[in-house]
């Protein structure tokens, strides 16, 4: 970047932040320091999530936003929009209105519905909400979606079909350490989400037992005390065998289930043919091991299941939340201090990202897109006819099919890099050429803008002020730090003046974040996410909301379910009876090992940020494949030697260790790269049937040794 950034008040005493990746938005502060960054990032004492204390990324957070390569102007390409080829820089009128005549022009030859726009988790309620309404009321199309699909929404379905709503975490981190079993399943928390394992910490010191579940150890394996090492895909089956012997041993809280939950019959059923030494057969885990975790989670006080990825981005996601849904609703661990289940949010802001409006078949408020009330509701909050609002979309992958089908002739993506994150990229990157018009608004010429026809310069977390929502479903403020660079606008300003160049500008009438978040707000009174009662000032002055929040008055809802009242219209709580189901690939002669996929604590999602920052690259420069021992040793693989990894759809040779205590079948490789270096070249586009999440956590591969 050309020039040290500068404070958006110089007058401040303090400049105070958030850090921009994960979900824990650790409080930060800028510090004037010597360097090309002007500033420096120390925590901040004040947020009450995790003051004091921020990991390396956020530490490092200044490396990318202050990095050379940071986009400061429009840019557009005459000629053909392949990797490489040249852009020419323009200014704002001239991409502005060139945008929308492209688009006009493609609509009018095809149909609304020939424009899409693709999201992301990491922006603002704000930019998140105004993005559903420039699909629905600008653009007035029905394809939009966004990078939360292949993110928590297994999880959010399951919360749906479970309790009625999905608030993220039901319990306030504060809760943690009052719980005395704790159960981590396909989380990784010490890498992904770090300054959360004081609080396991403090559970730990005051005696909680806690339980990893997971197919490789991790950083957060070596808190457990007991540790199931399970292969990819099994954990429907191992939770059977758990729920198996706290019904069988009347260990369940038949007090709780009688009054606030339907359903038990059908588990029941469903376990009948999952006793311990059933499970052990099919899973390699001991049968003791089985009994000892479900007994201890059952008789103890207090209780916490969080889940993440690892058991969500498969085809049977939604099933194996459910079931661990089930474990907390059978022991009756859920609406008390130190009880509850929470599906750990990914983005910075993955919760409230998939609550205003992004996703295909939803409104603001986690109303849905085809129910008439929601959309007479907020149809009457944006000035339009009900009618005019388009009907549900596809899924964030699917967009993609619809590209090829020639559906789709038009993308804008915005707060994603999709080239490098989504599975079986190869297709997605055919998708990409085939388009007449793809826009892209990033801080950087990602991996995606690479095919671009436009681009435009994003804001950073530091440069736009607006709030988000936290893994604990937690509203905060995030001011604005720095003033943007060069010829940057805050992305709410571009979305707006967009809008109106497509003649839509009466709708999008916003002097400021704050315009954007009374609109919002109004727009989800009385829906499931509701923030009616939240405004800056109250959110200011709390540090922070949870929601639903549903009046001024209303103090907000940290622990939710408190009462007993879950939000099916029967009151209750369901409980669900999971017959396991095979993975869309299961191991044959020709790919014998499982490839699952995830996450380093040095690098955030497809690196577009953290791939530019030395201090992170340094520690983690390529992808390296994790492997078993046993694995090596068929392998004959010798020091120095490559990996070559083939699936059905590609093959990547990269770099290899072995891994003691991985689980044999095996192979794990992160996905931060795009390029030769991209798993996503190989892994499977099959996608879950009701939560259309993508099978990132197995699929099946062979491997060989490439000597050097
Ligand atoms: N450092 C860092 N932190 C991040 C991110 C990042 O990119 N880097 N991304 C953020 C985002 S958007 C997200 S969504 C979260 C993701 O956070 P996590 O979901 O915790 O991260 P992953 O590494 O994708 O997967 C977690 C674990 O699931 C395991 N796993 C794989 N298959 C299975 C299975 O079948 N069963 C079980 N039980 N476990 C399985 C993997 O081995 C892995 O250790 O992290 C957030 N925080
Ligand atoms: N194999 C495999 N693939 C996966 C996963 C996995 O576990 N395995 N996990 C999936 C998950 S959980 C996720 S969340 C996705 C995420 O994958 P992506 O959606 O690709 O996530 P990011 O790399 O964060 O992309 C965000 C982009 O937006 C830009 N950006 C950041 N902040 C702003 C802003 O404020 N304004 C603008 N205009 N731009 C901004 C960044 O520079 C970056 O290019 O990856 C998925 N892909
Ligand atoms: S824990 Fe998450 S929010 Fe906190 S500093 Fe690290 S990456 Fe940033
Ligand atoms: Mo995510």
């Not at 950034?5 to 303090?14: K, L």
């Not at 824990?24 to 502060?29: F, K, R, V």
């Not at 009128?93 to 726009?117: C, F, K, T």
Request: aromatic content about 8%.
């Amino acid at each position: 970047m050309r020039g040290l950034p500068i404070a958006a008040d110089p007058e401040a005493e303090r400049i105070s932040s958030h850090c921009c990746f994960c979900s824990m938005q650790c409080g930060i502060e800028l510090h004037p320091a010597s360097g090309p960054a002007g500033f420096e990032i120390k925590p901040s004492p004040d947020f009450p999530v995790a003051a004091g204390r921020l990991c390396q990324k956020g530490l490092n957070a200044l490396g990318h936003t202050v990095h050379e390569e940071r986009l400061l102007a429009p840019y557009r390409r005459s000629g053909p929009a392949l990797p490489g080829a040249p852009w020419q820089q323009t200014g704002w009128e001239e991409a502005l209105d060139g945008i929308a005549s492209s688009i006009r022009s493609i609509q009018e030859r095809y149909g609304p519905h020939a424009v899409s726009l693709f999201g992301g988790g990491s922006l603002t309620n704000e930019v998140c909400y105004l993005l559903g309404k420039f699909a629905r009321v600008a653009l007035r199309t029905k394809y939009i979606d966004y990078n939360g699909r292949y993110c928590m929404s297994s999880a959010a379905a399951a919360q749906m079909r479970a309790f009625g709503i999905d608030r993220g975490m039901n319990v306030p981190l504060d809760d943690l350490p009052m719980a005395n079993y704790i159960i981590l399943a396909g989380t990784n928390i010490a890498e992904c989400q770090p300054t959360m394992v004081p609080y396991l910490l403090a559970a730990k010191k005051r005696g909680a037992i806690i339980v990893t579940i997971d197919p490789r150890p991790t950083m957060t394996s070596k808190l457990a005390d007991i540790h199931v090492s399970l292969q990819p895909g099994f954990d429907s089956v191992f939770v059977n065998g758990l729920l198996h012997v706290i019904l069988n041993e009347n260990l369940y809280n038949q007090a709780y289930v009688d009054a606030y939950t339907t359903g038990i019959e059908d588990v029941r059923q469903a376990v009948r043919d999952f006793p311990p030494d059933a499970v052990s057969e099919y899973t390699g885990i001991p049968k003791e091991v089985i009994r000892t975790i479900a007994r201890g989670f059952a008789r103890a006080e207090t209780g916490v299941v969080l889940t993440a990825r690892g058991i969500e981005q498969q085809i049977n996601g939604v099933e194996h939340t459910l079931n661990y849904i089930n474990l907390c609703l059978l022991t009756g661990k859920m609406g008390r201090p130190g009880c509850g289940f929470g599906p750990v949010t990914g983005q910075a802001n993955g919760q409230g990202g998939r609550e205003h409006g992004q996703k295909a078949d939803q409104l603001p408020g986690y109303r849905m897109i085809d129910d008439p009330e929601a959309r007479r509701h907020v149809a009457a909050v944006w000035g339009i006819e009900p009618e005019e609002l388009p009907g549900k979309g596809v899924s964030a992958y699917e967009l993609f099919d619809r590209i090829h089908e020639g559906e789709i002739k038009a993308m804008i993506v915005l707060g994603s890099n999709p080239l490098v994150s989504s599975p079986n990229n190869t297709r997605v990157e055919e998708a990409l050429k085939k388009l007449e018009l793809l826009v892209v608004i990033d801080l950087f010429e990602t991996e995606t803008a690479a095919y671009a026809h436009w681009l435009l310069p994003g804001s950073t977390f530091l440069e736009a002020e607006g709030t988000l929502t936290n893994l604990e479903g937690r509203v905060f403020h995030r001011p604005r730090a720095l003033q943007t660079p060069g010829g940057v606008m805050e992305d709410y300003k571009l979305i707006s003046m967009l809008a109106d160049r497509l003649g839509r500008g009466q709708y999008f009438q916003y002097g400021s974040p704050e315009a954007v978040f009374d609109e919002l707000s109004r727009a989800t009174a009385g829906g499931k996410a509701d923030y009616s009662g939240m405004s800056y000032a109250r959110i200011k002055e709390r540090k922070g909301l949870f929601w639903p929040c549903p009046s001024p008055e209303h103090p907000g809802t940290p622990r939710m379910f408190e009462n007993g009242v879950f939000y099916h219209p029967d009151g209750r709580a369901k409980l669900h009876g999971i017959e396991p189901k095979k993975p869309a690939e299961t191991t044959c002669r020709d790919y014998p090992y499982i490839l699952t996929t995830g996450r380093l604590g040095n690098h955030y999602l497809s690196g577009t940020q953290t791939r530019r920052t030395a201090a992170l690259m340094k520690k983690a420069p390529v992808p390296v494949a994790e492997i078993h021992p046993s694995a090596a040793e068929k392998l004959l693989l010798r020091p120095g030697d490559r990996l070559r990894l083939t699936t059905r759809r590609g093959t990547l040779v990269i770099d290899v260790k072995v891994v003691q205590d991985i689980h044999p079948t095996t192979v794990f490789v992160p996905f931060h790269w795009g390029g030769e270096h991209s798993v996503n070249k190989l892994t499977s586009d099959a996608l879950n049937p009701i939560s259309r999440m993508p099978e990132f956590k197995l699929c099946t591969v062979r491997l060989e040794r490439v000597a050097p």
